[in-house]
């Protein structure tokens, strides 16, 4: 299994650019989120997905728009990059049940915006 | 939203030296995890603790969770250059996504 892929792994923007960040995992969990990291706040989440049709915001959601049409892919789109979505930015995913919720990180995509 | 807050911010110590780090909340946790992130890479799972007292340990590191479910701390014994990282806490919100503290930046000098 590869996991949790997050593709690209770098990108650097012009303010007003929009952009898609990637994200697929094969371990066929039902729930993925997207949270952006910054120096000295942690992860914060931006929206989340209990299953393929099913999004909901989190704690930072504007600016940014997801969908789930399948189980294994959950993009978040940036509409009009700004400055203040310079970050990393992290998919995750783990199993819906309630028997564990190891939650499994994708690699990250670092992106600046100019 | 379950406000977790994590302390100390920023640890620097020597390989060989004993550590220490909180994880707190006001409200009760159903259950709680660790985390360890190293430069460049995503968070990966050290542990889980669900049950009030209970006490886990993985090698080296001891993971406490307190009586009353409101407090958890990791203890790291005899540090290593290799345990430097981002050691964040995290927990369920809303039974959804996880919640995350902001961390303890963890250095461990030769």
């Known amino acids: 299994n590869a996991g949790v892929t997050q593709t690209p792994k770098f990108q650097v923007l012009k303010t007003g650019q929009s952009m898609t960040l990637q994200c697929a995992q094969d371990?066929?969990?039902?729930?993925m989120s997207w949270y952006r990291q910054d120096p000295g706040m942690g992860l914060r989440l931006i929206h989340y997905s209990v299953g393929a049709g099913i999004t909901d915001q989190g704690e930072v959601p504007n600016g940014y728009n997801v969908s789930r049409s399948t189980t294994e892919d959950f993009p978040l789109r940036l509409l009009s990059a700004a400055p203040s979505q310079t970050s990393v930015y992290f998919c995750?995913?783990?199993?819906?049940?309630?028997?564990?919720?190891?939650?499994?990180f994708g690699p990250g995509t670092r992106l600046t915006v100019l | 939203t379950q406000l977790l807050e994590q302390s100390p911010q920023f640890l620097s110590i020597q390989e060989g030296e004993n550590l220490t780090v909180y994880c707190n909340s006001s409200?009760?946790?159903?259950?709680l995890q660790w985390y360890r992130q190293e430069p460049g890479e995503g968070p990966v799972l050290l542990v889980t603790v669900v049950t009030g007292g209970e006490v886990k340990k993985l090698k080296r590191l001891t993971f406490q969770f307190g009586d009353a479910r409101k407090d958890s701390s990791l203890h790291i014994t005899a540090a290593q250059p290799g345990d430097t990282g981002l050691y964040l806490c995290?927990?369920?919100?809303?039974?959804?996504?996880?919640?995350f503290g902001k961390g303890t930046s963890l250095l461990v000098t030769p």
């Open positions: 995290s927990s369920l919100n809303s039974g959804y996504a996880l919640n």
């Open positions: 995750a995913s783990r199993k819906g049940d309630t028997s564990g919720y190891t939650q499994y």
């Open positions: 409200s009760v946790f159903s259950s």
């Open positions: 371990m066929n969990h039902e729930y």
